[in-house]
């Protein structure tokens, strides 16, 4: 878990067209490119693995042959472990109605773990859980979140991927509408009950596949340089192997990750 391998970025940048708009070829090409807000005015002291500027949209742009090139993982992709599948999803894009988002912090949950749902067994709530990885396992966090899970591994294990955090990417006027919320900042996206909100989805999504076309799809995306890996967030109902286990994964230098940073650390 530990021997995260660094990929070269590419010297320049890539760049989406028309992210809300069907995917296709297109002989032309319009380039957005969103600027950062002026420095955070926080007066905690930021952490060297994370960016000082803190507030803001990506200045990464994006191209339309980028999400050409990045199509939808196919189900093989989640056929391994939660611990393995979740550092694997920072970077990759979660897509519906007009709303794309770079995954950026998640958190795994595997079999015999005391704070992951599998532990209560099979129920109507925690089946999708218990199915092939690739489906969508959505509940709700005290009757008012609604929390968007990937599950991982074989039929049968129980084990998934909380999304925590993710950055914008398409469809910036739909999340601040969904989430009665008008900001560019990290706040609009930044804690698992915000990602669910801004996809728009309910309980009703639980068990989607998220390999088929339409509806809520993962797409693929580029492998960070860096990531940082530190304790779940609010589990401490589960024993202290795993209160403590490093099951938590961010992109390194995103701002778009939940509180608290001071827990996470290079590999």
């Known amino acids: 878990m530990n021997k995260k391998k660094r990929i070269q970025r590419p010297k320049t940048a890539i760049k989406i067209t028309n992210p809300t708009k069907p995917i296709k070829k297109s002989t032309t090409s319009t380039t957005i490119i969103v600027k950062p807000n002026p420095k955070s005015k926080s007066r905690a002291k930021p952490s060297s693995h994370f960016l000082e500027n803190d507030e803001g949209l990506p200045t990464t742009s994006y191209s339309s042959n980028y999400l050409e090139k990045n199509s939808i993982l196919s189900p093989d992709f989640y056929q391994i472990d939660a611990l393995d599948l979740a550092p694997r999803l920072l970077g990759k894009h979660l897509k519906k109605d007009d709303v794309i988002l770079q995954i950026t912090e998640v958190e795994a949950y595997r079999p015999n773990d005391s704070a992951c749902h599998g532990r209560f067994g099979i129920t109507a709530r925690t089946a999708p859980v218990f199915g092939p990885g690739g489906h969508a396992y959505v509940y709700l966090c005290y009757g008012l979140h609604t929390m968007l899970n990937v599950v991982a591994d074989k039929e049968g294990i129980g084990a998934a991927v909380l999304i925590r955090s993710c950055a914008p990417v398409s469809g910036l006027e739909t999340i601040q509408r969904r989430r009665n919320l008008i900001s560019e900042k990290p706040v609009l996206l930044t804690g698992p009950g915000k990602i669910g909100q801004a996809l728009g989805i309910s309980k009703e999504w639980s068990n989607h596949p998220l390999f088929v076309p339409g509806g809520l799809e993962l797409l693929d995306g ?27 994964f961010a992109i390194a230098g995103s701002p778009w990750i939940s509180a608290p940073k001071n827990t996470l650390r290079p590999p």
Do not use: D, K, T
């Not at 580029?222 to 938590?248: K, M």
């Open 222 to 248: 580029p492998e960070p340089e860096e990531i940082l890996v530190g304790p779940r967030v609010g589990i401490e109902y589960a024993s202290p192997e795993h209160v403590n286990a490093l099951w938590r």
